[in-house]
């Protein structure tokens, strides 16, 4: 499992962030104090880390050629237990002030935002400083895959992208990160900033940055968000036939050729585990979850597999 963005070591930046304002997420206001940056939870796309957006449809959002990402029930589920998961964290830590966020700019580069779920302040640090001790982001998992053990920074690795993208632009030092896995597992764990990282992300934004100005779209890539904006783009039907070149053509059929058959072979796999698993809950290998049955009215409703597509070995 990948938990760092580049190698480097622990220092942070002294300047203090400019405030753009403070806006409920996802508001109209939200949106606009963000489109002219990149904020926390779009530098992994910039990255190729995202497993929600890609850098390809990124740029067409900030071009505004396709419009914000809908909200979904993840998304949805996820800002409704922040408040609740960060008063667990209040709880348990009672040598932390908690306290509300603004929308921050980097003092020099205006283009970088962060928009934290939580300021933290030593209870003796002055609760008016400019720069907040640590920072807290209140995340909700369906399940443990991703997440190594409770304390560490094993975390998803576009979570991780954020969080030092927060610390960066904040001055902050260290982020924590709870979160609420299956709705009832409460963990903790800590990042650490990490200069090199930082520069590392910095540098990818920066040429992002240049390429719109530029108009140089990003290359076609295989992310699902890719190709929803791809799909978004056109507008209308010209009865018309395209002529492609055969490189295109011969890729394409063999693309469809290997995922018909990919299709029948998991498809068999899926029977097969179905098979194995009987009436139980969860297939496993050497202790480790493999996929998980799911029932309706006594019957098979779905298979789920443990690994995403992304993390995929």
């Known amino acids: ?67 914000p990402v809908e909200e979904s029930e993840e998304m949805y589920w996820g800002k409704e237990h ?6 667990r964290f209040a709880r348990e830590h009672p040598e932390w002030a908690v306290q509300g966020s603004a929308t921050y700019a980097s003092a020099g580069r205006r283009w970088q ?33 991703g997440w190594g053990e409770e304390g560490t920074d094993q975390i998803p690795v576009h979570y991780r992208a954020q969080c030092l993208w927060y610390m960066d632009v904040t001055g902050a030092r260290r982020c924590w990160v709870a979160v609420l896995i299956a709705g009832s597992e409460y963990r903790e764990y800590l990042v650490e900033y990490n200069a090199a990282e930082a520069a590392y992300m ?10 719109l100005a530029a108009g140089d779209r990003p290359a076609i890539d295989g992310h699902t968000a890719t190709y929803q904006t791809i799909r978004e783009l056109p507008d209308g039907l010209d009865d018309v ?52 049955r799911t029932v309706r009215d006594g019957k098979t409703y779905q298979l789920l597999p443990a690994r995403t597509r992304r993390n995929a070995r």
């Not at 939200?30 to 910039?46: K, M, T």
């Not at 934290?116 to 002055?126: K, T």
């Not at 910095?202 to 390429?211: H, I, L, N, P």
């Not at 809950?281 to 979850?289: K, L, S, W």
């Open 113 to 145: 935002i962060a928009n934290p779920d939580r300021l933290l302040y030593r209870l003796a640090d002055d609760p008016d400083r400019a720069q907040p001790a640590a920072l807290l982001e209140a995340k909700t998992a369906r399940d443990a895959e």
């Open 1 to 67: 499992m990948t938990t760092t963005v580049q190698p480097g070591a622990i220092t942070a930046p002294a300047a203090a962030p400019v405030v753009l304002g403070w806006f409920d997420p996802g508001s109209e206001a939200w949106h606009a104090a963000r489109a002219q940056g990149i904020g926390g939870s779009e530098i992994a796309a910039v990255l190729g880390l995202s497993p929600h957006e890609s850098a390809f449809s990124l740029w067409h959002r900030k071009q505004g050629l396709v419009g």
């Open 82 to 87: 922040e408040p609740a998961i960060c008063r």
């Open 202 to 211: 910095r540098e990818k934004a920066e040429e992002f940055m240049a390429s």
């Open 241 to 292: 036939d395209i002529e492609i070149d055969t490189q295109l053509r011969d890729r394409f059929h063999a693309a469809q050729d290997a995922a018909w058959a990919a299709e029948d072979e998991l498809t068999a796999c899926k029977g097969l585990l179905l098979d194995e698993i009987g009436t139980g809950r969860r297939a496993v290998c050497d202790r480790e979850r493999v996929a998980t």
